[in-house]
């Protein structure tokens, strides 16, 4: 075949648009475990026109991989994920890469608060539960149903019964992940209880633009849309103190690299290793607006976070991954996660945006991750 023409077609079938859909493969199952043995579990790969991927599991809600463009047009995984189930259960894994956290993501103060009068404490340490109905939402199979089309998605469900890690009230929670025509991967949270509750639904994906194995990000540009973070005390659990952000290592108003402060002088900053902070996301609490814009300079590739929720989480992975993550050339500093949530230890401070959950009433919370490309 003429050389030129061959050139043609391989340029044609590179601006030919990707199929449009969702599909699902088996994932394995869970062998050891009473109330989810037998249930299998499956990936979901969701795909656009414009060949954007996302790679969903119905174990954990676990985001395993997001396939985004560069400035030169080529693919790459900007989150860090595992390739197998396997990976996900050993007993070396942690970092929760990827998942959905539930009831109550981040810290409550000595794992208690008090709800109508009544105490509660709640076993928040995973690993050391021994009945599966304790199980935090990460390490849960879920119900799926998928819904195929041009902008294709995923409802993941379950029950979270009551007494769960010691939460009040049954509730019956639902995550719809959309990936749209633009390159958008948005999440919807549902959730209903039939007693009053506390409730924060999040996703942990730990996000590098430049492609998931790709070494630091300390030079990835990072904006967030806060003028303040919620200070922490020495566990860094919030004590209800603002903090205004100007003139601090936390400031991130506009693009900065993420390594220009990782190592500040300030206590917060050294005793986390780097940055672990809620900031307060600025604008009319409910409404979807910007909390967060991570760019990286080199492959063009940016990600802009827009959520309804009160705050979002900045970790900066400022502690060696599993052996797994190793494995696959993960490192410290390697990732950030941008964890839009309520603010942490809510429940035990009065002046924070609440996180209490009427009965019969419906938690609904959007966060939408936006991917595009920089000139």
Request: net charge neutral; no cysteine; hydrophobic share 35%.
């Amino acid at each position: 075949m003429n050389r030129f023409l061959v050139t043609a077609l391989m340029a044609l079938s590179f601006s030919l648009p990707a199929k449009a859909g969702i599909a699902v493969q088996a994932w394995g199952g869970l062998k050891n475990d009473k109330e989810d043995r037998g249930q299998g579990v499956d990936l979901y790969i969701l795909t656009n026109a414009r060949g954007m991927e996302a790679r969903i599991a119905n174990y954990g809600g676990i985001i395993t991989a997001i396939k985004a463009p560069g400035r030169d047009g080529k693919m790459a995984d900007v989150v860090q994920g595992f390739d197998s189930l396997a990976d996900y259960t050993s007993t070396d894994y942690k970092g929760r890469y990827g998942a959905t956290i539930g009831r109550f993501a981040n810290r409550i103060k000595d794992n208690s608060f008090r709800l109508n009068n009544v105490s509660y404490h709640i076993a928040r340490d995973a690993y050391t539960l021994k009945e599966s109905q304790n199980k935090p939402y990460d390490e849960r199979v879920w119900s799926a149903s998928a819904k195929d089309g041009d902008e294709p998605q995923l409802t993941l469900s379950l029950i979270d019964r009551n007494g769960t890690m010691g939460f009040p009230g049954t509730v019956r929670v639902q995550v719809t992940y959309t990936l749209t025509r633009n390159n958008v991967l948005r999440m919807d949270y549902r959730a209903r209880s039939d007693k009053d509750t506390v409730i924060s639904l999040t996703n942990h994906a730990y996000f590098n633009l430049a492609g998931d194995a790709s070494g630091p990000v300390l030079d990835h540009l990072l904006t967030v849309n806060a003028d303040a973070i919620t200070a922490g005390d020495a566990s860094n659990t919030p004590t209800g103190e603002m903090r205004p952000v100007a003139g601090t290592a936390f400031d991130f108003r506009t693009p900065t690299p993420i390594g220009r402060n990782i190592n500040a002088p300030d206590p917060a900053i050294q005793k986390a290793r780097g940055f672990d902070q809620n900031y307060a996301i600025n604008g009319t609490r409910g409404t979807l607006r910007l909390a967060a814009r991570l760019e990286d300079p080199k492959s063009g590739r940016v990600m802009e976070e827009w959520t309804t929720q009160d705050g979002v989480q900045v970790y900066s992975a400022n502690y060696s991954p599993p052996s797994v993550g190793i494995a696959k050339g993960y490192a410290i500093h390697s990732a950030v996660a941008l964890e839009a949530q309520a603010f942490p230890n809510a429940p035990n401070i009065p002046s924070f945006p609440s996180a209490v959950l009427p009965a019969d009433t419906i938690y609904n919370q959007t966060t939408e991750y936006r991917f595009s490309v920089a000139p």
